[in-house]
């Protein structure tokens, strides 16, 4: 097997093939352990017999999965294998992901301690592939700063790095490099796929930078970190008490000391959002949270784990692609200041 674990994100830099050329030809291994089409190209000729072959690629989530899809196309097959709706953290694997796993050329986790389950499986695999951690190291929540431009990254201080576009960037450049290094013939096709997605990128970005004219310094309460990456990003300031977002990220008992102080900065309209991940399931302190924001007229915006949601209003769930997802969540944050 072979383990490519980074500890840290590659900057997105990409701004023709030849660079991304130069990526791929000094990508070093290491034996351890939409609907969009991505590319003008004409469609390649594939077989499905040895290294000339379509990639057989398995993620975790179907936010790597999508992205994964869109960047290479037609030259992979990918299956995920957390369903909708489940916490990738306490996740289960079956004996079939078991088996997606041995049968898969590419794996790629989250990382981070996001979905660890991942490192078990490929372990117990013990056959030859590219495993593929996109953020490296222990689970880690503690608050997340702005990154500078230009700087790299040994790490995310919150696992959700899809909220966060340039680490978002950083990660589909680590799989086009997998992609490029496992199929030679791929280079032009996925170096088109990255560059539309990255143009895409480029859109989502343009209008982050116009929240930050108004966000600047605006407090938001988040009883879980899911999008805190895009809301600091953004120029957002986190208030919400370190106590309640601790005890709901280890699952424990929120003190009402910590509570009654999230509640207090809603109430009396110190923060001016809640922010809810409405991927998890309602409790009793989601909903005085919702009730303080509502008695002081606060906006609550929902976010989610993945582009499979519901939004809050009362209609169906949907099944947004991750570029339309990122941007249903601007369209909360544009509604709520301005």
Known sequence: MKNWSFPKLLLASITAGLVLFALVANFVFSNNGSDVEPSAQPSPTLTREGDTGKISVVTSTRVWAE??????????????????????????????????????????????????????????????????????????????????????????ENEHIWYDFELTLDAAELIVATIAELRPEAFESVTAGFDFFTSEMANLEVRLEALRTRGLGLGFIAPESVANLMMVNAGFEDLTPSGLATAIEEDREVSLTDLAQAESLLSNRVAELLIINISSTPDAVTDRLIAAAEAGDREIVRVSETGYLDRGDGSPIEDLSYLDWMAWVIDQLQEAIY
Do not use: C
């Open 67 to 156: 992205i994964t899809e869109l960047l290479a196309g037609e030259w992979v097959e990918v299956v995920s294998l957390v369903p909708n709706g489940q916490d990738p953290h306490s996740y289960q694997a079956s004996a079939r992901d078991q088996l997606s796993i041995s049968e898969a050329d590419l794996v790629i986790a989250n990382g981070g301690g996001y979905d660890d389950f991942m490192d078990q499986l490929v372990s117990a695999a013990d056959v030859d592939q590219v495993f593929l951690k996109l953020v490296e190291g222990e689970e880690i929540h503690s608050g997340e700063e702005p990154h500078d431009e230009g700087e790299a990254h040994e790490h995310s």
